[in-house]
Structure formats: structure tokens, C-alpha cells
């Protein structure tokens, strides 16, 4: 036991997370999403949800410590209305709402408060893009025939990207990635995610999906890109706000946003590469 102690102690000095409730969470999520695809779809969607406006009260918090004042309940009200018209509409209602809410939103903080309304709008305007836009995509992968095996092939590649990259960084980890954005992400870890996103696509797809297996390491090679960049850009929105993590809520990962950065930004291509295969029949 103490050597399990001061092996997590250790890698929690070098990757700068503690491995062990990271391991927890992890689990206790990939188990609650899954029995609720199970069961029936859309309980997973108000999953989604509940955590979407759990993340944007914690970006909404992040905000404040940066000096933006934007109420709570507009943000709340405007992710149910683009993940609900997301799944009863499809892209089409995903894209509608978008059009529809930020601009009520715009117009609701220019009411209630006119005073640097530049500021205060275009935060909302990115708060409302980053978090229900794109995860409406995670909606419309959860509205198939497959639910289940498409919502995998999103977990299995920002799994593998964070696993590996986090793997390799911590045991050959020398050479830093971008070490004024998020200084411990590291090439070698890149190269990890690359070989583990790759093999991890193929698989998924020769197995579950019962596609062609190189289009799965295609995409898993673009999940590389969308992850990293997903979370190059949290922790250069915290930077900016001078916060190292979004929340608490999550023991190992720190807040929602800090769990499902990498989600948010892969989702899109899932569902767009997914529909492209089903398209032209690939």
C-alpha cells in the first residue's frame, strides 16, 4: 500500500493529477454513460445536459474571477433549448436554436445591464458556442440506429488521447508541447495519443462498427488533433482568466469543463465523419 501511495504520489508530482481518484471517476462516468445509452438514449442526453450547465456555471464562475458578469439562468435556459433541438431536430434544429438564443441573450444583457456590453456579450456568445453548440453534436451521435457503438467510438478516441498522452508524458515526457499554454503536455505524450488513437479507431470500427478498419484509424488520427487542441484551448481560457482549474467537482480531473474539453472539440468530427460514411455508403 505504501508503495502504491508514493507511485501515485509520484506521478501526481509529474503529470500534476492524482492518478488513483482520476482512475475512479473515469470509471463511475464510462459506467453512467453507457447504462444509460443502455436503457434508453435520451437519459443519457439529460446527462449531457446537467453536465453542460454545470460547465457553463463554471465557465459563468471563471468569468467573474476575470471581472464578466453574466447571469446563471440564460446560459441554463439557452443549453436546454439547443440540446433539445438538437435531438428533436437534428443539425437543422441544432443550427436553428443557435441562430435563435444567442442573440435573445444579447438583447436580455443589454436589458438588464448596458455597462461593457462587448465584453459581457461576446463571453456569452463563446460561452454558448463552446459549450451546447458543440456538444448538440454529442446529441445527434446519440440519435442513430447505434447509439451505443457510436457514442463508443467518441469515448474510445478522446480515451485513448488523454489515457496515452498522459501514459507517455509521464514515462518519456522531455520535450514540451506548448509550454506557455499548458505546461505539461509534452510531444512524446503527442506521440502516445497519435498510436493509441490509430489503433484504438481501427479496432473500434473493425469490431463494433463493422467498418472499413482504415477509416477508423483516419478518424482516430483527426480525434488526435480535435482532443489536443480542445485542451490547449481550456488552458488557455484559464490562463487568460488566471485559474488552474475550472471546479472541484470531479476528484483527480478538477471541474466538468477540465473532464470533457477534449469531448467537446471531437464531437463534431464523430458526427460529421460518421455521417459522410453512412452518406456514401464507405
Same mark, same amino acid.
Given at each position: ?9 509520484? =506521478? ?18 464510462? #459506467? ?21 450547465? !454545470? ?13 464578466? %458578469? @453574466?447571469?446563471? &439562468? ?8 439547443? +440540446?433539445?433541438?438538437? /435531438?428533436?431536430?437534428?443539425?437543422? $434544429? ?7 438564443? @444567442? ?52 469515448? %474510445? ?12 508524458? #509521464? ?9 506557455? @499554454?499548458?505546461?505539461?503536455? *509534452? /510531444? ?9 488513437? *490509430? ?8 469490431? /463494433? +462498427?463493422?467498418?472499413? &478498419? ?13 482532443? *489536443?487542441? $480542445? ?5 488557455? !481560457? ?21 473532464? =470533457?474539453?477534449?469531448?467537446?472539440? +471531437? ?16
Amino acid at each position: 500500500m505504501d508503495d502504491l501511495h508514493s507511485l501515485n504520489e509520484a =506521478i501526481n508530482k509529474r503529470a500534476g493529477r492524482k492518478l488513483l481518484p482520476s482512475i475512479f471517476v473515469s470509471l463511475t462516468i464510462f #459506467v453512467l454513460v453507457f447504462g444509460l445509452l443502455a436503457v434508453k438514449p435520451i437519459l443519457f442526453v439529460v446527462l449531457v445536459l446537467a453536465a453542460l450547465i !454545470m460547465g457553463l456555471r463554471e465557465l459563468n464562475g471563471a468569468y467573474r474571477a476575470g471581472g464578466i %458578469v @453574466i447571469p446563471d &439562468w440564460p446560459l441554463a435556459v439557452g443549453a436546454v433549448v439547443m +440540446t433539445a433541438a438538437a /435531438w428533436f431536430g437534428g443539425v437543422s $434544429g441544432l443550427a436553428v436554436a443557435t441562430a435563435f438564443v @444567442i442573440p435573445n441573450i444579447l438583447v436580455l444583457l443589454l436589458i438588464l445591464n448596458p455597462a461593457d456590453f462587448v465584453k459581457r456579450s461576446t463571453a456569452a456568445t463563446f460561452a454558448m458556442f463552446y459549450i451546447p453548440f458543440l456538444a448538440g453534436f454529442i446529441a445527434l451521435i446519440a440519435k442513430s440506429d447505434d447509439p451505443v457503438g457510436r457514442i463508443l467510438v467518441l469515448v %474510445v478516441l478522446v480515451s485513448c488521447n488523454d489515457t496515452f498522452a498522459y501514459i507517455f508524458g #509521464v514515462l518519456f515526457g522531455k520535450h514540451y508541447l506548448a509550454p506557455h @499554454i499548458s505546461p505539461k503536455k *509534452t /510531444w512524446e505524450g503527442l506521440i502516445g495519443s497519435l498510436i493509441a488513437c *490509430t489503433v484504438g479507431g481501427a479496432l473500434v470500427f473493425a469490431f /463494433w +462498427t463493422s467498418q472499413h &478498419w482504415y477509416l477508423g484509424a483516419l478518424l482516430g488520427l483527426m480525434g488526435v488533433a480535435t482532443s *489536443t487542441f $480542445g485542451d490547449l484551448i481550456e488552458s488557455a !481560457m484559464k490562463r487568460d482568466l488566471h485559474i488552474k482549474d475550472m471546479g472541484a467537482i470531479l476528484p483527480g480531473h478538477g471541474g466538468i469543463l477540465d473532464r =470533457i474539453d477534449s469531448v467537446l472539440f +471531437t464531437a463534431p468530427t464523430v458526427w460529421f465523419v460518421l455521417e459522410l460514411i453512412k452518406h456514401f455508403k464507405l
